[in-house]
């Protein structure tokens, strides 16, 4: 039925300057997306951007709404800049659009017509269209201009009239790429995935940082955690996930840090390993999944004292939301299934009963001269892998 996707972005808009950067984004963005689906067309005109459909609607659509920077998709069909093909193309493009719901149904006909030559103005092709539509249609059908259930859109330009009546709706946010690269502390859990589905949504291009310390994590912890960057992928085109091998400095914390300040001492630990591969990788922040009193490791205080020890701004996308918020994101992006599977993650291994809500600078500071961390934490750099994920 239709034979391209007419895309509309929205803040791109606002960036005057830099405009054609979000553009060229947006495009190669969209492209990646669609890639292995075979070759097509692309376009990109008068603001909109237009996918070529090969019968294949039903893939591409969704494929699209995972592209932020994306606020609107309509099929759409191309009808000869002829006033009787544009009349019939419409009457089927709006059967389509009303066979989507039942009873009665008001439309408008929208022209736009960037292309000048052609012989009829924007209204007058309207009053036709409109009025051959109502002639096709049954008797539940009328004529609304201010408040339509349904649209036809068309748009003349010099190749034809596109015309379209629905919009499955964009993510919205902006092209991944276009607000530099972050690295996400990402864990198997619910909330990090969230976090960095959060910043690819304001354009930052992420990669991961995983702590993992086998034997006290499985395997399968560490693949819990590949699979949820393979989902993040589908939301960016790809993502880089670096394992941390963090055994051997997890242990040295739990032998020399006072048990209840052990958290706190290995999230200073992960942030400073975090930041070396961060610079390394010409990333500008980091990200956590962290949300303001949680646990007792996120508590203002402790939050305050972890991330002193980062020179980065560290960012927290869910500082201000409730699990139950986080939650919901999480089954909507497509993270949650894969996040509550059982396996223990690192940090449940060795978090004490009591961990210390209120940790004090100096205690921390002592704990930490304790032993040779720099030692620790040069020999997990040179451990680390970094693994290509490709979406899932
Ligand atoms: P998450 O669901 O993201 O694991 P959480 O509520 O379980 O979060 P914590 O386990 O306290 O919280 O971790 C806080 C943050 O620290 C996480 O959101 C994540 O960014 C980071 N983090 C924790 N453990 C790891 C790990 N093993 N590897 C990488 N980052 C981690
Ligand atoms: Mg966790």
């Known amino acids: 039925m239709y034979d391209s996707v007419l895309i509309r972005y929205g803040e791109i808009g606002t960036k005057r300057d830099n405009r054609y950067i979000f553009e060229d984004q947006l495009l190669s963005n969209i492209r990646a997306a669609l890639a292995d689906l075979g070759e097509r067309e692309y376009a990109k005109t008068y603001g909109r951007m237009y996918v070529e459909l090969k019968g294949d609607q039903d893939l591409v659509v969704p494929r699209l709404q995972r592209v932020f920077g994306i ?12 006033l009787d093909e544009i009349k019939q193309v419409a009457q089927a493009v709006f059967a389509d659009a009303r066979k989507k719901g039942k009873g009665p149904v008001s439309f408008k006909v929208e022209v736009r017509r960037p292309y000048k030559h052609f012989p009829l103005q924007s209204p007058q092709i309207a009053r036709e269209v409109g009025g051959a539509v109502l002639e096709e249609a049954d008797s539940e059908v ?9 649209r036809v859109d068309i748009e003349v330009r010099a190749e034809g009239a596109y015309v379209y009546a629905q919009d499955f709706g964009g993510p919205g946010g902006l092209p991944v790429g276009t607000s530099g690269r972050g690295t996400l502390l990402l864990s198997g859990g619910i909330d990090s995935p969230v976090a960095g589905w959060m910043a690819m949504k304001r354009g930052v291009a992420i990669s991961g940082v995983y702590f993992h310390s086998f034997p006290f994590t499985t395997d399968r912890a560490k693949e819990k955690v590949l699979d949820l960057a393979a989902v993040l992928a589908r939301y960016s085109g790809r993502m880089d996930v670096h394992v941390v091998h963090f055994t051997d400095l997890q242990k040295a914390i739990y032998e020399h840090a006072p048990a209840k300040l052990g958290v706190t001492v290995m999230r200073r630990m992960m942030l400073r390993i975090a930041e070396r591969i961060a610079q390394e990788e010409k990333s500008l922040a980091l990200f956590t999944g962290e949300s303001v009193g949680q646990v007792a490791s996120q508590t203002l205080n402790s939050i305050a004292v972890t991330n002193a020890a980062a020179n980065m701004p560290v960012l927290r996308p869910l500082i201000a939301m409730d699990k139950r918020e986080i939650v919901d994101l999480a089954k909507q992006i497509g993270t949650y299934d894969i996040s509550v599977r059982p396996y223990e993650d690192c940090c449940t291994l060795f978090v004490p009963k009591h961990p210390e809500t209120k940790p004090r600078m100096e205690a921390v500071l002592r704990a930490e001269a304790s032993f040779d961390f720099e030692a620790l934490i040069a020999d997990a750099l040179s451990q680390t892998e970094t693994i290509k994920m490709q979406p899932r």
Do not use: F, K, M, T
């Open 71 to 82: 606020v609107g998709i309509s099929p759409a069909r191309r009808a000869e800049l002829q």
């Open 142 to 150: 009328s004529v609304d201009v201010h408040n339509p259930d349904i």
